[in-house]
Protein backbone atom coordinates (compact mmCIF):
# COMPACT_ATOMS: atom_id res chain seq x y z
CA UNK A 1 0.00 0.00 0.00
CA UNK A 2 1.45 3.73 -0.04
CA UNK A 3 1.00 6.14 2.95
CA UNK A 4 0.51 9.49 2.25
CA UNK A 5 1.22 11.89 5.14
CA UNK A 6 -0.66 14.43 5.49
CA UNK A 7 0.85 18.44 6.08
CA UNK A 8 -2.58 19.84 7.30
CA UNK A 9 -3.17 18.91 11.21
CA UNK A 10 -6.84 18.71 10.84
CA UNK A 11 -7.22 16.36 8.49
CA UNK A 12 -6.20 12.50 9.46
CA UNK A 13 -2.42 11.96 9.53
CA UNK A 14 -2.51 9.33 7.12
CA UNK A 15 -3.98 7.93 4.12
CA UNK A 16 -3.61 4.59 2.98
CA UNK A 17 -4.41 3.23 -0.33
CA UNK A 18 -4.58 -1.08 -0.62
CA UNK A 19 -2.59 -2.16 -3.81
CA UNK A 20 -4.04 -5.13 -6.12
CA UNK A 21 -6.81 -2.66 -7.56
CA UNK A 22 -7.01 0.79 -9.13
CA UNK A 23 -7.93 3.48 -7.09
CA UNK A 24 -8.84 7.09 -8.16
CA UNK A 25 -9.21 10.08 -6.30
CA UNK A 26 -11.87 12.23 -7.34
CA UNK A 27 -10.41 15.56 -5.85
CA UNK A 28 -7.36 17.06 -3.86
CA UNK A 29 -7.46 16.16 -0.45
CA UNK A 30 -4.39 17.40 1.08
CA UNK A 31 -0.54 18.17 0.11
CA UNK A 32 2.33 16.09 1.66
CA UNK A 33 4.83 13.12 1.04
CA UNK A 34 4.33 9.58 -0.49
CA UNK A 35 6.71 6.52 -0.08
CA UNK A 36 6.32 3.35 -0.95
CA UNK A 37 8.93 1.18 0.84
CA UNK A 38 10.35 -1.69 -1.05
CA UNK A 39 13.15 -3.09 1.19
CA UNK A 40 15.51 -0.33 1.32
CA UNK A 41 13.76 1.76 -1.45
CA UNK A 42 11.06 3.81 -1.59
CA UNK A 43 9.05 5.79 -4.82
CA UNK A 44 8.61 9.07 -4.19
CA UNK A 45 7.72 12.01 -5.54
CA UNK A 46 7.43 15.22 -2.72
CA UNK A 47 5.51 17.00 -2.01
CA UNK A 48 2.36 16.11 -4.41
CA UNK A 49 -1.39 16.72 -4.12
CA UNK A 50 -3.51 13.52 -4.06
CA UNK A 51 -4.76 14.53 -7.00
CA UNK A 52 -1.45 13.17 -9.09
CA UNK A 53 -2.49 9.97 -7.72
CA UNK A 54 -4.35 7.90 -10.32
CA UNK A 55 -3.74 4.27 -9.61
CA UNK A 56 -1.96 1.76 -7.83
CA UNK A 57 -0.45 -1.32 -9.46
CA UNK A 58 2.12 -3.97 -9.47
CA UNK A 59 5.06 -3.79 -11.63
CA UNK A 60 6.02 -7.06 -13.82
CA UNK A 61 9.01 -7.57 -10.89
CA UNK A 62 6.55 -8.07 -8.11
CA UNK A 63 7.97 -4.71 -6.60
CA UNK A 64 5.28 -2.72 -5.90
CA UNK A 65 4.88 0.86 -7.98
CA UNK A 66 3.38 4.14 -7.95
CA UNK A 67 1.90 5.69 -10.70
CA UNK A 68 1.25 9.55 -10.81
CA UNK A 69 0.81 11.84 -13.57
CA UNK A 70 4.20 13.44 -12.78
CA UNK A 71 7.71 11.36 -12.91
CA UNK A 72 8.14 9.40 -10.06
CA UNK A 73 11.01 9.55 -8.00
CA UNK A 74 13.07 6.33 -6.52
CA UNK A 75 14.36 7.46 -2.95
CA UNK A 76 17.32 4.99 -1.63
CA UNK A 77 16.63 4.69 2.07
CA UNK A 78 19.94 4.66 4.85
CA UNK A 79 20.37 1.29 6.29
CA UNK A 80 19.04 0.98 10.09
CA UNK A 81 18.56 -1.40 12.50
CA UNK A 82 15.85 -0.82 15.54
CA UNK A 83 17.34 -0.21 18.80
CA UNK A 84 15.42 -1.36 22.53
CA UNK A 85 13.58 1.59 23.23
CA UNK A 86 11.57 2.19 19.62
CA UNK A 87 13.89 4.00 18.12
CA UNK A 88 16.82 3.59 15.39
CA UNK A 89 20.53 3.43 14.93
CA UNK A 90 22.17 4.45 11.48
CA UNK A 91 26.11 3.86 11.09
CA UNK A 92 27.19 5.07 7.86
CA UNK A 93 30.06 3.78 6.14
CA UNK A 94 29.26 4.43 2.53
CA UNK A 95 30.98 7.70 1.09
CA UNK A 96 28.39 10.02 -0.87
CA UNK A 97 27.60 13.23 -2.19
CA UNK A 98 25.79 15.17 0.97
CA UNK A 99 23.12 16.30 -1.15
CA UNK A 100 21.98 12.33 -2.18
CA UNK A 101 22.22 11.53 1.78
CA UNK A 102 20.15 14.85 2.33
CA UNK A 103 17.46 12.82 0.25
CA UNK A 104 18.01 9.38 1.84
CA UNK A 105 17.67 11.02 5.09
CA UNK A 106 14.34 12.73 4.29
CA UNK A 107 12.80 9.87 3.33
CA UNK A 108 14.12 7.66 5.89
CA UNK A 109 12.80 10.17 8.94
CA UNK A 110 9.07 10.31 6.95
CA UNK A 111 9.28 6.18 7.17
CA UNK A 112 10.32 6.00 10.72
CA UNK A 113 7.86 8.62 11.92
CA UNK A 114 4.83 6.70 9.87
CA UNK A 115 6.16 4.02 11.93
CA UNK A 116 6.10 5.30 15.49
CA UNK A 117 9.89 5.54 16.25
CA UNK A 118 11.64 7.70 18.84
CA UNK A 119 14.85 8.35 18.53
CA UNK A 120 17.24 8.17 15.63
CA UNK A 121 21.21 7.75 15.79
CA UNK A 122 23.48 8.80 13.41
CA UNK A 123 26.97 7.52 14.02
CA UNK A 124 28.79 9.34 11.38
CA UNK A 125 32.25 8.09 10.41
CA UNK A 126 35.62 10.89 10.45
CA UNK A 127 36.07 10.18 6.95
CA UNK A 128 32.26 10.98 6.36
CA UNK A 129 32.31 14.53 8.11
CA UNK A 130 31.19 15.91 4.72
CA UNK A 131 27.45 14.66 5.77
CA UNK A 132 27.19 16.18 9.20
CA UNK A 133 25.75 19.85 7.82
CA UNK A 134 23.10 17.68 6.05
CA UNK A 135 21.75 16.27 9.19
CA UNK A 136 22.20 19.09 10.98
CA UNK A 137 19.93 21.13 8.86
CA UNK A 138 17.22 18.06 9.62
CA UNK A 139 17.12 19.11 13.21
CA UNK A 140 19.83 16.22 14.19
CA UNK A 141 22.37 17.31 17.26
CA UNK A 142 26.03 16.57 18.35
CA UNK A 143 25.44 13.68 20.99
CA UNK A 144 29.21 12.86 21.66
CA UNK A 145 32.18 12.36 19.60
CA UNK A 146 35.12 10.01 20.17
CA UNK A 147 38.25 10.22 17.97
CA UNK A 148 36.91 8.64 14.98
CA UNK A 149 33.53 9.39 15.05
CA UNK A 150 30.68 11.28 15.58
CA UNK A 151 27.39 10.32 17.34
CA UNK A 152 24.15 12.78 16.24
CA UNK A 153 20.96 12.53 17.25
CA UNK A 154 16.81 13.10 16.62
CA UNK A 155 13.88 12.88 18.63
CA UNK A 156 10.80 12.08 16.43
CA UNK A 157 8.03 12.65 18.72
CA UNK A 158 6.44 15.92 19.66
CA UNK A 159 8.02 17.43 23.06
CA UNK A 160 10.78 16.89 24.93
CA UNK A 161 13.45 14.01 24.20
CA UNK A 162 14.11 11.36 26.65
CA UNK A 163 17.64 10.16 25.34
CA UNK A 164 19.98 9.53 27.77
CA UNK A 165 22.86 11.99 27.84
CA UNK A 166 26.58 11.95 27.16
CA UNK A 167 28.80 10.27 29.37
CA UNK A 168 28.78 12.96 32.65
CA UNK A 169 31.94 11.96 34.43
CA UNK A 170 35.89 11.05 33.85
CA UNK A 171 37.58 8.51 36.54
CA UNK A 172 40.77 9.11 37.71
CA UNK A 173 43.31 6.68 39.81
CA UNK A 174 46.01 7.82 42.49
CA UNK A 175 47.99 4.72 44.25
CA UNK A 176 49.38 4.27 47.38
CA UNK A 177 52.53 1.95 46.93
CA UNK A 178 54.15 1.32 50.39
CA UNK A 179 56.59 -1.10 50.91
CA UNK A 180 57.31 -3.51 54.33
CA UNK A 181 59.65 -0.64 55.55
CA UNK A 182 57.15 1.77 55.27
CA UNK A 183 58.41 3.41 52.31
CA UNK A 184 55.62 4.76 49.43
CA UNK A 185 56.08 5.62 46.36
CA UNK A 186 55.92 9.22 44.98
CA UNK A 187 57.03 11.32 42.05
CA UNK A 188 57.34 14.44 40.28
CA UNK A 189 55.50 15.49 37.10
CA UNK A 190 57.26 17.18 33.98
CA UNK A 191 53.71 18.93 33.25
CA UNK A 192 50.63 19.95 35.01
CA UNK A 193 50.00 22.10 37.74
CA UNK A 194 52.64 20.93 40.06
CA UNK A 195 55.37 21.17 37.24
CA UNK A 196 58.35 22.94 38.55
CA UNK A 197 56.81 23.46 42.37
CA UNK A 198 59.33 20.31 43.89
CA UNK A 199 55.76 19.03 44.43
CA UNK A 200 55.83 15.22 46.01
CA UNK A 201 52.90 13.40 44.89
CA UNK A 202 51.43 9.51 44.37
CA UNK A 203 51.16 8.13 40.73
CA UNK A 204 47.90 9.40 39.21
CA UNK A 205 45.94 8.73 35.46
CA UNK A 206 42.78 8.06 33.82
CA UNK A 207 40.87 4.88 33.84
CA UNK A 208 41.19 3.93 30.18
CA UNK A 209 37.67 2.50 28.42
CA UNK A 210 36.83 -0.75 30.02
CA UNK A 211 39.38 -0.49 32.03
CA UNK A 212 38.98 -1.68 35.80
CA UNK A 213 40.08 0.86 38.45
CA UNK A 214 42.38 -1.58 40.07
CA UNK A 215 43.80 -2.61 36.69
CA UNK A 216 44.31 1.24 35.72
CA UNK A 217 46.43 2.31 39.28
CA UNK A 218 49.04 -1.00 38.74
CA UNK A 219 49.25 0.38 35.06
CA UNK A 220 49.36 3.65 36.08
CA UNK A 221 52.53 3.05 38.48
CA UNK A 222 54.18 0.55 36.23
CA UNK A 223 53.79 3.13 33.33
CA UNK A 224 55.33 5.97 35.40
CA UNK A 225 57.97 4.19 37.73
CA UNK A 226 58.23 0.84 36.12
CA UNK A 227 57.22 -0.72 39.46
CA UNK A 228 55.25 -4.24 39.37
CA UNK A 229 52.15 -4.13 42.06
CA UNK A 230 49.13 -6.07 43.34
CA UNK A 231 45.91 -4.14 44.15
CA UNK A 232 44.91 -4.41 47.68
CA UNK A 233 42.10 -2.49 48.40
CA UNK A 234 39.97 1.31 47.63
CA UNK A 235 41.24 3.69 50.22
CA UNK A 236 39.31 6.69 49.13
CA UNK A 237 37.31 8.32 46.48
CA UNK A 238 36.16 11.71 45.60
CA UNK A 239 33.65 13.71 43.47
CA UNK A 240 34.07 16.95 41.99
CA UNK A 241 32.59 18.91 39.20
CA UNK A 242 33.83 21.34 36.58
CA UNK A 243 36.89 19.44 36.05
CA UNK A 244 37.60 18.31 32.52
CA UNK A 245 35.99 20.56 29.60
CA UNK A 246 32.84 20.80 32.37
CA UNK A 247 32.35 17.12 32.70
CA UNK A 248 32.48 15.92 36.59
CA UNK A 249 35.36 13.76 37.90
CA UNK A 250 35.27 10.38 40.03
CA UNK A 251 38.76 10.37 41.76
CA UNK A 252 39.78 6.88 43.53
CA UNK A 253 42.69 5.99 45.65
CA UNK A 254 44.10 2.63 45.84
CA UNK A 255 46.12 0.47 48.18
CA UNK A 256 49.22 -1.24 46.07
CA UNK A 257 51.58 -3.83 47.28
CA UNK A 258 54.94 -3.48 45.35
CA UNK A 259 56.40 -6.81 43.83
CA UNK A 260 59.48 -4.95 42.45
CA UNK A 261 61.73 -2.32 43.84
CA UNK A 262 63.72 -1.26 40.71
CA UNK A 263 62.60 2.64 40.55
CA UNK A 264 62.48 4.07 36.52
CA UNK A 265 60.82 7.44 35.93
CA UNK A 266 59.16 7.74 32.79
CA UNK A 267 61.07 10.07 30.88
CA UNK A 268 58.16 11.74 28.95
CA UNK A 269 56.30 12.47 31.80
CA UNK A 270 57.96 12.33 35.30
CA UNK A 271 60.78 14.54 36.03
CA UNK A 272 61.93 12.38 39.60
CA UNK A 273 60.36 9.03 41.55
CA UNK A 274 61.65 7.85 44.57
CA UNK A 275 60.46 6.64 47.95
CA UNK A 276 60.05 7.77 50.98
CA UNK A 277 59.56 6.99 54.69
CA UNK A 278 56.35 6.91 56.09
CA UNK A 279 56.08 7.46 59.86
Given at each position: MIRILCTYPFLSSTINFPLGRTTLLPSKVCKGY??????????????????????????????????????????RLLDSVNDEHGGVIVELSESMDSKVFASMLKAS????????????????????????????????????????????????????????ANASHRVGVGAFVMNKKREVLVVQEKSGIFRGKGVWKFPTGVVDEGEDICAAAIREVKEETAIDTEFLEVLAFRQSHKSFFEKSDLFFVCMLRPLSFDIEKQESEIEDARVFSYK
Open positions: SFLHLGNWVRAKTPFSTRTVSALTRSRSGMEQVLVENEVQQVLALWRSQGKRGVWIKVPIELVNLVEAAVKEGFWFHHAEPKYLMLAFWIPEGAHTLP
